[in-house]
């Protein structure tokens, strides 16, 4: 079955960096555009980086500069490296993984990322 695993989050200071994996299963992962989600307590879940089969990527502007997005084709993993964390940073990240031509749409289980001092 489709599994989604983040892993990597934690407590940090600002200032500090983070780096997110995401390792995927029972899907064609080279097909698929992946993607990494935040949502914060009382917000809505909002979109952070994703990346597409030709590793073409795109940042929301409140981490463009800062986080960078990558993907390991072979390893079936997606990367979110998170440099200069700040405190708006907090929430819980979600790896996504989606292909336009059916529609499908996967979701991890999220890893929780708190920065602060």
């Known amino acids: 079955q489709v599994q989604l695993v983040e892993s990597g989050g934690g407590l940090v200071q600002p200032g500090g960096s983070l780096r997110l994996s995401c390792a995927a299963s029972?899907?064609?992962?080279?097909?698929?555009?992946m993607g990494w989600y935040r949502q914060a307590p009382g917000k809505q879940r909002e979109r952070v980086a994703f990346?597409?089969?030709?590793?073409?990527?795109n940042y929301a502007d409140s981490v463009k500069g800062r986080f960078t997005i990558s993907r390991d084709n072979a390893k079936r993993t997606v990367y979110l490296q998170m440099n200069s964390l700040k405190p708006e940073d907090t929430a819980v990240y979600y790896c996504?993984?989606?292909?336009?031509?059916?529609?499908?749409?996967?979701w991890g289980q999220g890893t929780q990322v708190t920065v602060s001092s």
């Open positions: 996504n993984a989606w292909r336009a031509v059916n529609n499908n749409n996967y």
């Open positions: 029972g899907f064609t992962f080279s097909m698929y555009v």
């Open positions: 990346i597409g089969t030709s590793s073409d990527t």
